[in-house]
């Protein structure tokens, strides 16, 4: 422990640890033991695998789910003289190459990744290279919660710790309820003496909560704190667009805010990070993409958390609902998916079956968006045993020479591999020392395994010879006991896993009442969120005295209510321009406003119909359209006209907004009128 706090010294400038850093870094030091961390945002969770990654003989790889985080905690160690990087999408692929060449030869000490890196070939070859001293999960209770947002490859970190025989791990997470601690305590093999917890509660944070009936009521709410602000502030969204709504009601009221979203490519996210780092008093307008967490010194006037409520007409509520109910498909979509996952044939790889599906063409055929198909994929692995997950591989690879000199070196490579690569890849015409290659081509007729060919790929990348761009991705899969053959028996799996699937939205459906729960209620809002996260007494004598229910003495006043009966006119309506009648759940998510593979391919989210029963009871919506379909017994029908090409596509982010809320806004003050006159609004969009 002595390099340590000579390190701490050193490197970081501290004098002494805070909370139990000490205790965790001696047990990943001297113990040798992996260990959890529950510290509240702020509270040094980062130090405690930043400092042993400098002790420790190795590479220290850390997984974390958003790209601004990781480039904040690289840029602060860069500057303290660490070595660290970080490996993603807003690297190009010259950068991208360095950073691979600086793991391989031992020059990175951290390595900053997203969870998703586990699936490249490309970089688990890599990882086989070298010394996991430490392993770092950040959010780790993504491992957890199978939410609406959820991330199946996180699901993939344990297996990989244990077939990398990885030195020790350590987890770290704000956000953990006692049974997710539990769930990635058993996961990872952490003992009770592993786990170090603080308080969830935190003095200095005041919550508040408003209501607001409109984006404009809300920005006017805010107003008076942004312009009395100390320090930064950051205005989270839920959409993307909104973003930039906000942005703008800013910029009328004579404040500058950036905008910062998973759409913007990766310099102006770069940007507005670096720009924000570098102000005193910067605005971003953000998505969750900005990350919780970045180093960035607080207002000297204790922060507020505020939160804004909009009655369920609005967008808010309808949107959360979408987050939550987009991920489930129709029984019968999972059913026809489970009979093509049954029937496939699997082939042999060093002894093992094992099978392969290409979840991009899926998600087409059955109507399933690509993360419910993940996440069925991890229930047939994790509830059923059927499958276990390999590394996913890319068929295709686009190979680039670096300059001509390298180009002639993978030209002249003689060894069988690099003859079969170049036997079957087709040279790209328009660019010098360019070609494309199929590699399941190529290994099937040169007889040479496919991991070969990219193993080769691979050395000619982390060589400097080329830059490669993979490209479609199969998913792999180790048959560990054989799927059921006879119909009734796939028909009773799929049934299992489509009720499962249920029980998870309405549970997300509940999370959303418990958080209105939560903004409404009479109870202290830092007692309530505490008591959550399993801190009873954390509060003193219960009262926080500085949220909105101490300083009032009341809860806040909001009713949210949703209509019980879809307009018939509406549901009419949908079902002339949607001929589908063998999925009333598609219908729904028509009314609704969520979208779906199926409906954007048909071109029905360009339809002003798409969204327009946002204010109606979901489950209504269903009962209504089953209805319906049920007469003509689920049999698809003609389409009668198609939505003009002059129309707007509109997908789940853009709905609600802009004219199309307007329209929808008028529709809806115009129900009490007569069909005809209903009929006369919506007919004239055609």
Not at 193 to 215: D, H, I, Q, W
Not at 296 to 324: M, N
Not at 355 to 376: C, G, H, W
Not at 649 to 655: L, N, P, V
């Given at each position: ?22 205790a965790v ?32 003989e ?6 974390s ?29 010259e ?24 699936n ?44 990398l ?6 987890c770290?997470?704000?956000?953990a309820?006692i ?44 107003l ?24 703008d ?20 996210r770069?940007?507005?990070q ?5 102000s ?43 987050f ?5 498909c ?7 998916w ?72 993978v ?89 499962r ?20 209620g ?42 019980a ?32 593979p ?63 809320y307007s ?24």
């Amino acid at each position: 422990m002595e390099q340590a706090k000579q390190v701490l010294h050193e490197t970081f400038g501290l004098s002494s640890y805070r909370l139990s850093q000490e205790a965790v870094i001696r047990r990943l030091l001297l113990d040798e033991e992996n260990a959890l961390v529950l510290y509240p945002t702020g509270g040094g969770k980062s130090l405690t695998y930043q400092l042993p990654a400098l002790c420790l003989e190795g590479l220290t790889l850390v997984i974390s789910p958003l790209i601004s985080l990781m480039k904040d905690q690289t840029d602060r160690l860069r500057k303290l003289g660490v070595e660290a990087d970080n490996l993603d999408s807003t690297l190009t692929p010259e950068q991208a190459i360095e950073v691979k060449q600086r793991v391989e030869n031992g020059t990175t000490k951290l390595l900053y990744v997203a969870p998703e890196r586990l699936n490249n070939e490309g970089f688990m070859e890599l990882m086989t290279r070298v010394k996991i001293a430490l392993l770092a999960v950040d959010e780790s209770h993504c491992i957890a919660q199978w939410g609406a947002t959820f991330r199946p490859d996180y699901l993939k970190i344990a297996r990989f710790a244990e077939e990398l025989d990885v030195g020790r791990v350590l987890c770290l997470t704000a956000t953990a309820t006692i049974s997710d601690a539990e769930d990635i305590c058993t996961k990872f093999h952490i003992a009770p003496a592993g786990v170090f917890r603080t308080p969830f509660y935190r003095s200095n944070l005041a919550f508040k909560v408003e209501v607001a009936n409109s984006l404009e009521a809300k920005i006017a709410k805010i107003l008076p704190l942004l312009e009395a602000r100390t320090g930064p502030a950051i205005i989270y969204v839920t959409l993307k667009k909104q973003t930039d709504e906000v942005a703008d009601l800013l910029s009328e009221s004579g404040l500058q805010a950036w905008t910062y979203h998973a759409g913007m490519n990766r310099d102006e996210r770069g940007n507005v990070q670096d720009k924000f780092m570098a102000s005193e008093k910067g605005i971003v307008c953000a998505t969750i993409a900005f990350g919780m967490g970045i180093d960035k010194g607080l207002p000297s006037l204790p922060p507020e958390v505020v939160g804004k409520l909009q009655p369920r007409s609005c967008d808010d509520i309808p949107t959360l609902e979408g987050f939550a109910r987009g991920e489930t498909c129709s029984e019968s979509s999972l059913q026809s998916w489970m009979r093509e996952v049954a029937a496939k044939a699997p082939v042999i790889e060093g002894g093992q079956e094992i099978i392969e599906f290409n979840l991009y063409r899926q998600a087409k055929d059955y109507d399933i968006r690509p993360t419910a198909l993940s996440v069925l994929y991890a229930q047939l692995e994790l509830d059923y045993k059927h499958i276990r997950a390999t590394t996913p591989f890319y068929s295709n690879y686009d190979l680039t020479g670096t300059n001509e000199q390298n180009w002639l070196r993978v030209l002249n490579d003689g060894t069988p591999v690099a003859q079969a690569i170049r036997n079957y890849w087709k040279l790209r015409p328009i660019k010098d020392w360019s070609a494309t290659l199929d590699v399941v081509v190529a290994s099937q007729y040169s007889n040479i395994e496919r991991s070969m060919l990219a193993k080769k790929i691979v050395d000619w990348e982390l060589a400097g010879l080329i830059i490669t761009k993979p490209s479609q991705v199969r998913y792999r899969y180790q048959v560990v006991e054989p799927l059921p053959k006879d119909p009734t028996n796939i028909g009773n799996l799929a049934n299992l896993m489509h009720q499962r699937m249920l029980e998870r939205e309405d549970k997300e459906i509940k999370k959303i009442k418990k958080v209105i729960d939560f903004a409404t209620g009479r109870q202290c809002l830092a007692a309530a969120l505490a008591l959550y996260y399993g801190d009873d007494n954390a509060v003193p004598g219960g009262a926080c005295g500085i949220c909105t229910v101490c300083l009032s003495g009341s809860a806040v006043a909001f009713y949210p209510t949703a209509d019980a009966v879809p307009d018939p006119f509406l549901v009419q309506t949908i079902l002339e321009v949607c001929h589908v009648r063998d999925d009333p759940r598609l219908l729904a998510r028509m009314a609704f406003g969520i979208t779906s593979p199926r409906l954007t391919d048909n071109g029905w989210t360009k339809n002003h119909l798409f969204g327009c029963m946002p204010s109606v009871d979901f489950n209504a919506l269903v009962l209504a359209f089953d209805s319906e379909c049920k007469k003509v017994g689920y049999q698809n029908a003609e389409p009668t006209w198609s939505p003009p090409e002059t129309s707007r596509k509109r997908t789940y982010d853009q709905a609600n907004s802009g004219s199309s809320y307007s329209q929808r806004a008028q529709y809806r003050g115009n129900r009490g009128t007569n069909k005809r006159a209903r009929g006369s609004y919506y007919y004239s969009r055609r």
